[in-house]
């Protein structure tokens, strides 16, 4: 069993923020800005590609109420809403989870920055485009 599957399970205690038959919202343990908050399904799907649309739907409603409540109570100003999918892309618990992190101002301590690239973009759009 993965570990949020020990935690959806109550086998290792969490701060549970909401709950209801198919999400569970808990605090991350790394309160990277406070209040930072995960959103997942309490099936076991390793990632956003293997759930269905219908219960990401549900997940990802709860999971802007959640934002927007944090945001309010907290006294945010904002929030990043982050799903890393696979290992490439920084996920290290794979089972399917929501970032919800709460934003304050610029030395909240979080840097999200977009280096630029030149990519022949036309190649790239014939490669994507449906
Ligand atoms: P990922 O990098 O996979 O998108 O994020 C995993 C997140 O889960 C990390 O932010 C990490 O702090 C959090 N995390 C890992 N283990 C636990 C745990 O046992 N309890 C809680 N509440 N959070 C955890
Ligand atoms: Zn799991």
Redesign the pocket.
């Known amino acids: 069993?993965?570990?949020?599957?020990k935690i959806?399970a109550k086998e290792i205690p969490s701060n549970i923020v909401y709950e209801d038959d198919e999400v569970l919202a808990i605090l991350d343990l790394a309160q990277t800005t406070k209040g930072h908050t995960l959103v997942m399904p309490k099936e076991?799907y390793s990632d956003i590609t293997e759930i269905p649309f219908e219960k990401l739907s549900h997940l990802m409603d709860v999971t802007r109420t959640l934002a927007q409540r944090i945001n309010d109570r907290l006294h945010a100003n904002g929030f990043n809403i982050l799903i890393n999918t696979k290992e490439a892309a920084g996920q290290t618990v794979?089972?399917m989870h929501v970032h919800i992190i709460p934003r304050y101002d610029e030395n909240d301590g979080i840097k999200i920055e977009f280096s630029e690239n030149k990519f022949d973009m036309q190649s790239i759009l014939e490669l994507i485009k449906g």
């Open positions: 069993m993965c570990i949020f599957c959806i076991h794979m089972h």
